[in-house]
């Protein structure tokens, strides 16, 4: 498949290269983190087992093109990780979580879960079939670029599992706009690709959970709040069920962080997460898409934190929570609960920096921090 | 687009400009319109009148709204840092041939580009170079916000853009900004702020004035009078704000705003926006930016500052020593002021707190002294007077702006900054007599003292003092110097003394170059002066020219700029055999002397270095060559047949 490259690439690329000179070695056999969290499941609420596995990384965040402008989970990958390595880590993970009950299995890799370079075929098998005999997991859920879902993989897969146990492929699509997904993002694929690869899940009755990316770096915060929801309606029409938002958190060794040490990039505020949540119901009913959708969450990283989403000191722990709640309910009038005077300063903010576009505008946030 | 620079002060510049017959004072303000949702534009203009402007682009996709502004976003240049160089070199190329494509549809004069700060001098060339290039008269500027933490790249970026772009090129800093940083911005060189800052402000709860800004829920009374203050009580204003409705705090605000960017206004057709920043020194960056303009930008600020004002200068601060005009004077004495070789005698005077000095009583007493002496032996005498902060000053160039206009607080105390620069003027101005050796009699006391003493270890030289222990205004004091100046002068031969021609020499020194005065008076004149009146210069009974005595400028007539046209000295040259009307307009201006600062005499000539008539500049010499419309100088007096003024 051809990738196609965005304008910053290498940029990012030089960005990546001097990050990982200082990546932080980590144990070939030890996993990188895992816990039991709240999930919204098919079923309901329930229990979701997150493990996060140290691998060789994603192959084209890792590659001569940079990778992602916003991705800085090369940092917690290690070279010469072998399938035995991987299978080791993922025993320990469940020996660690022993006796907790969860009912789907989560399992991160910093990249492609069916990308071989990056988890051989082996360890794929392996940990699938770990999985396919734990009691009570109904959802397996792993990551992939396009690319990489093929029928072959997938069937591999599947053929393991309980026939009642959902396989859901996490496709980080980011955007819908091949240009901001391009140029903006340096994603390396177009949408047609996204759209092939939910075909091929759909045909193997494997779900497809789709991430977007909240505020792409050069993009205006109004900007980023339209994109978002057009593209998860486009992606909702592509087939895919599951919805998660997530809203840029700045990750060291990236282009994102390097421009918001410059003061030219701002996470996004909660209030633009809640219009985005609130206008995409709405606009799913409008265009009765209702029963095309599953669930639309969102788990924002370091959320009411300088470098995950915030809004204001005064009100960045009730919208973490407020968001969270949401998720797991699936209930957008939760977020009506959120007031703060900050409201009416991201309003003019969003007014100013859509007619400067002036990425700088929080430097004026801090005097009604101040009050 | 016309444009019509009415009046400059360093970078800062009182403008009125016509696009499509709307006429606009600049600086002004940048407004949203809050008119339909996804249906704004920006007006331009603050009082009445205004223009639209078009949103932005984004840098990336440049793709622009097609809606009919008069003045139009043509690019969003993506240059900012910390892009990689070549990238946006690269990117630059892509943009200039869509700049090249928009503006066969938009006129340049309607077109504006956006920037974003970069101080790379590659990138700043590259781009300046386009802009020049297709005529583009509007540049914006995004992106500023972090640069009011870092005021020396916010003045690099600024000033190189100045140095890059000609004068008549318009900068809009879309960046909002408080408004206690727009005197020093707009000395800087910025043409219009976004008002943008007074709705943040409003929605943060803040409540500004004139020096910044405080939260509105600590007040507990008015500050303000203005209209919205008037009628609504402070607890309205609060109340308004817990409720989450502006309610008149943003007109309030608006009107802080507006009213800086007037004063602004007002301060530049005083041509003296200076004065202005420094009692505006309201915060860190303003008060940053002015040093590092005054230490690293000083030729550029210089060349752009009025050399005759007729206006009181207030030293209020350290910063104000560095003022260019100060340091500007400081250079001239330094380079165009000589002690004639036939001086044996310098005498060195303490200033007074009237100006000129030779008004107020005690100069009276110490001219006195100078009169009583044998009219024969005067000549031998070079009086100079120890001030700060403009070190020395001869006395034939006490009437000289800012020599004669500057106010100072008088506490005796001086700080180690003034008594450095002091004394090091004095010494530079004392290395100039080192041939002829004269005897240096300094009447002074006090601190005024200790410089000279300073001074005398430097230059390795002893004074006499003459006031040492008492006032030198004191009759023991003043009879110590004069007979301290009979005794030194007894043994001398009788000289001939003109004082009003070493007078106009000396000031024609200093306005034109050193040696121009002989130039311009190789005979005897004698100068008439009546209490705040112009001084006359008189050849015989013919009056043949005048010194305002406001400014202390000697005003060029005819003869004298055939004298100066010689030296090619303070000339501009024209396209062109004769003068019409009573401007010169930059577009005609070809060459120019450099040294030629704003308010300077000027000779005009044309191609063939023929003098066409004298004027007095309104622009630095390199900004009238380099601009392509406005008024680059004021005819004065034109020459009547062009065989008789040929220059050679």
């Known amino acids: 498949m051809e990738r196609p490259v965005g304008m910053f690439s290498p940029q990012i690329y030089q960005i990546r290269k001097t990050a990982l000179i200082s990546r932080k070695a980590f144990a070939a056999d030890k996993f990188i983190a895992s816990w039991i969290e709240k999930e919204r499941l098919l079923t309901g609420i329930g229990n979701a087992l997150v493990v996060i596995l140290n691998s060789p990384g994603c192959q084209w965040g890792l590659g001569s093109e940079g990778g992602c402008s916003m991705c800085g989970y090369s940092n917690e990958t290690s070279e010469g990780i072998t399938a035995e390595n991987l299978v080791a880590q993922f025993t320990q993970a469940l020996q660690a979580n022993a006796g907790k009950k969860f009912q789907s299995v989560k399992i991160f890799n910093a990249g492609s879960f069916l990308d071989e370079k990056e988890i051989p075929r082996t360890a794929q098998e392996v940990i699938f079939r770990h999985i396919s005999e734990i009691p009570f997991v109904q959802e397996i859920v792993i990551e992939s670029r396009p690319e990489f879902v093929t029928a072959s993989a997938l069937k591999r897969l599947t053929t393991i599992l309980q026939p009642e146990q959902i396989l859901e492929v996490g496709i980080g699509l980011e955007s819908s706009s091949d240009q901001i997904r391009i140029h903006n993002i340096n994603k390396g694929f177009l949408f047609a690709d996204f759209q092939k690869a939910v075909a091929i899940a759909l045909a193997q009755k494997v779900r497809v959970k789709t991430y977007l990316l909240l505020k792409p770096p050069f993009l205006t915060e109004k900007e980023a709040i339209a994109d978002a929801i057009q593209s998860a309606i486009d992606a909702i029409k592509a087939g895919s069920r599951s919805i998660s938002i997530n809203p840029v958190n700045i990750q060291t060794g990236t282009l994102v962080s390097v421009l918001w040490k410059a003061g030219l990039y701002r996470s996004p505020w909660f209030w633009s997460l809640k219009t985005v949540i609130q206008t995409l119901w709405k606009r799913i009913a409008e265009e009765n898409l209702t029963a095309s959708v599953d669930r639309i969450v969102s788990d924002p990283s370091g959320a009411g934190t300088q470098k995950g989403i915030h809004n204001c000191r005064l009100c960045n722990r009730t919208a973490s929570k407020l968001v969270k709640e949401y998720s797991l309910q699936q209930d957008p009038a939760i977020l009506n609960e959120l007031h703060c005077s900050c409201h009416s300063l991201w309003k003019e903010l969003l007014e100013q920096e859509e007619a400067t576009r002036d990425f700088s505008l929080h430097f004026f946030e801090r005097s009604i921090n101040q009050n | ?648």
């Open chain 2, 1 to 648: 687009m016309l444009f019509d620079l009415l009046d400059i002060s360093a970078n800062g510049k009182y403008a009125k400009v016509v696009i499509n017959d709307t006429s606009l004072v600049f600086p002004t303000l940048l407004t949203l319109t809050s008119t339909k949702e996804n249906d704004i534009n920006w007006l331009l203009g603050d009082s009445g009148k205004t223009l639209s402007i078009n949103l932005p682009p984004s840098s990336l996709t440049q793709e622009v709204s097609n809606k009919k502004t008069t003045i139009q976003f043509v690019a969003n240049i993506l240059m900012h840092e910390p892009l990689q160089v070549s990238f946006v070199l690269n990117n630059l190329q892509k943009t200039t041939a869509l700049i090249a494509d928009r503006l066969k549809i938009v006129p340049p004069e309607n077109a504006l580009v956006m920037l974003q700060p970069n101080i790379n001098p590659e990138i700043l060339d590259a781009v300046t170079k386009t802009i020049t290039k297709y005529k583009i008269r509007h540049v914006g500027i995004t992106n500023f916000t972090p640069l009011l933490n870092t005021p020396r790249k916010a003045l690099e970026f600024i000033l190189r853009l100045r140095q890059l772009l000609p004068l008549d090129t318009l900068l809009y800093l879309f960046s909002p900004v408080p408004h206690t940083v727009v005197p020093i911005l707009s000395y800087c060189g910025v043409d219009a702020f976004n008002s943008g800052y007074v709705w943040l402000a409003t929605k943060s709860g803040l409540y500004l004035t004139a020096a910044g800004a405080l939260p509105l829920t600590q007040l507990s009374e008015k500050i303000c009078s203005c209209k919205i203050c008037a009628d609504l009580p402070i607890s309205d204003l609060q109340k308004a704000l817990l409720e989450n409705n502006a309610a008149g705090l943003d007109e309030h605000n608006m009107l802080i705003y507006q009213a800086k960017v007037r004063e602004v206004r007002y301060a530049l057709k005083q041509k003296d926006l200076r004065s202005y920043v420094e009692q505006n020194l309201f915060d860190t960056f303003t008060a940053t930016a002015l040093r590092l303009l005054d230490s690293s930008w000083t030729d550029m600020l210089i060349s752009r500052t009025a050399t005759w004002l007729s206006t009181p200068i207030y030293h209020l601060t350290p910063l104000s020593y560095y003022r260019p005009a100060v340091q500007a004077f400081q250079r001239r004495v330094r380079e165009r002021f000589d002690i004639l070789p036939y001086k044996k005698i310098v005498v060195i005077f303490p200033c007074s707190a009237r100006k000129p000095y030779s008004f107020s009583k005690s100069h009276r007493k110490f001219l006195e002294v100078i009169n009583s002496l044998p009219k024969d032996k005067q000549a031998y005498i070079q009086q100079l007077i120890l001030t700060s902060p403009l070190g020395v000053i001869p006395r034939e160039l006490e009437l000289v702006y800012p020599a004669a206009h500057y106010d100072i607080p008088v506490t005796g105390l001086w700080s180690e900054e003034e008594k450095a620069i002091a004394v090091q003027q004095l010494t530079s101005v004392l290395l100039k007599a080192r041939k002829q050796k004269p005897i240096v009699i300094a009447h002074v006391s006090d601190e005024y003292l200790t410089l000279c003493q300073e001074a005398e270890q430097k230059l390795k030289t002893t004074f006499v003092y003459t006031a040492a222990g008492s006032k030198p205004t004191a009759f023991q004091a003043l009879a110590n110097l004069k007979k301290t100046l009979l005794a030194k002068i007894a043994d001398s031969p009788p000289h001939q003394y003109n004082k009003d021609l070493e007078f106009v020499r000396a000031l024609s020194d200093y306005q034109f170059g050193l040696g121009i005065g002989e130039k311009l008076f190789p005979e005897p004149v004698t100068l008439k002066q009546k209490p705040n009146q112009n001084i006359f210069l008189f050849k015989g009974k013919n009056r043949i020219g005048v010194i305002h005595h406001r400014t202390g400028q000697l005003m060029l007539t005819v003869p004298m700029g055939m004298a100066l046209a010689k030296q090619k000295k303070y000339y501009l040259k024209l396209h062109g055999e004769e003068l019409k009307g009573s401007t010169i307009f930059a577009v005609g201006v070809f060459e120019a002397d450099p040294e030629i600062r704003p308010s300077d005499g000027v000779v005009i000539l044309n191609e063939k270095d023929e003098l066409l008539g004298v004027g007095v500049a309104s622009l630095s010499g390199s900004d009238m060559v380099s601009m392509s419309s406005g008024r680059a100088a004021k005819v004065k007096t034109k020459v009547k047949s062009l065989t008789k003024a040929h220059s050679g």
